[in-house]
């Protein structure tokens, strides 16, 4: 039995549901595949470098946590992992117990951070904090008013979908429809100057069915 499998055994009969690799390309697809909460990844690979590895699954899953496990013990090989994007470095020979801790903390630190971004709406580089009321696109700050904020927040939580004016007015002014679409139409163009001015538009008139905000470009 290689190292893999033992290692997979021991964190099946932790309770972990597991997918084992024996190539870097393989490995690639099982992420793609599975999207696990944590990736086990050897630098020594058959086809492909650990580190090319990870930066393949990053670009899919860009928060997935990674554990190198690796028999390339020297100072500078550990710095090169961590320092590549790895979120934790455990040499061979290794303890099972302190490997399953090691991935446990990964997870919870992972369930974490992820807690804190759900108060984020995020479409293309526009970022809206629910909690914060903070705007940004492109990393620069966008000053709404409170109308303007829960305008775009209703147009962020759906994004590339057309809303019409009745369904804005009835989300954010809780109007009945009748007569009152100017009133979207005046908050739709202070948007557009806050939100895409200078740059690529995102917000989107459909004449006759409504509104949608998408990615630039």
Request: charged content about 25%; hydrophobic content about 45%.
């Given at each position: 039995?290689?190292?893999?499998?033992?290692?997979?055994?021991?964190?099946?009969?932790?309770?972990w549901?597991?997918?084992v690799?024996h190539?870097?390309?393989?490995?690639?697809?099982?992420v793609?595949?599975?999207g696990?909460?944590?990736?086990?990844l050897d630098?020594?690979?058959?086809d492909?470098?650990?580190?090319?590895?990870?930066?393949?699954?990053?670009?899919?899953?860009?928060?997935v946590?990674?554990?190198f496990l690796?028999?390339r013990?020297?100072v500078e090989?550990r710095?090169?992992?961590?320092?590549?994007?790895?979120?934790d470095?455990?040499?061979k020979?290794?303890?099972?117990?302190?490997?399953?801790?090691?991935?446990?903390a990964?997870v919870?630190?992972?369930?974490?951070?992820?807690?804190?971004?759900?108060?984020?709406?995020v479409?293309?580089?526009?970022?809206?904090?629910?909690?914060?009321?903070?705007?940004?696109r492109?990393g620069e700050?966008?000053h709404l008013?409170?109308?303007?904020?829960e305008?775009?927040?209703y147009?962020?939580?759906?994004?590339?979908?057309?809303?019409?004016?009745?369904?804005?007015?009835?989300r954010v002014?809780?109007?009945?429809?009748?007569?009152?679409a100017?009133?979207?139409?005046?908050?739709?163009?202070y948007l557009?100057?806050?939100?895409d001015?200078?740059?690529?538009p995102?917000?989107?008139t459909l004449?006759g069915?409504g509104y949608?905000?998408k990615?630039a470009?």
């Open positions: 039995m290689n190292i893999a499998e033992l290692v997979a055994m021991a964190l099946r009969y932790d309770g549901s597991v997918e690799a190539t870097g390309a393989d490995a690639v697809a099982a793609r595949r599975h696990p909460d944590v990736v086990v630098l020594m690979l058959p492909l470098d650990g580190m090319e590895v990870m930066r393949r699954v990053r670009a899919d899953d860009p928060s946590p990674v554990l690796t028999a013990d020297a090989d710095v090169a992992g961590l320092t590549a994007g790895g979120d470095y455990v040499t020979p290794f303890s099972l117990e302190e490997l399953v801790a090691r991935l446990r990964l919870r630190r992972a369930g974490s951070a992820l807690e804190q971004s759900r108060s984020a709406l479409v293309g580089d526009l970022v809206l904090d629910e909690d914060s009321h903070e705007v940004t492109g700050p966008i008013t409170h109308t303007e904020f305008l775009l927040r147009l962020m939580r759906n994004p590339r979908r057309v809303l019409s004016k009745a369904q804005i007015l009835d002014w809780s109007y009945d429809f009748g007569g009152r100017n009133v979207v139409e005046l908050y739709i163009s557009r100057k806050k939100v001015a200078g740059r690529e995102m917000i989107h004449r069915a949608v905000l990615p470009g």
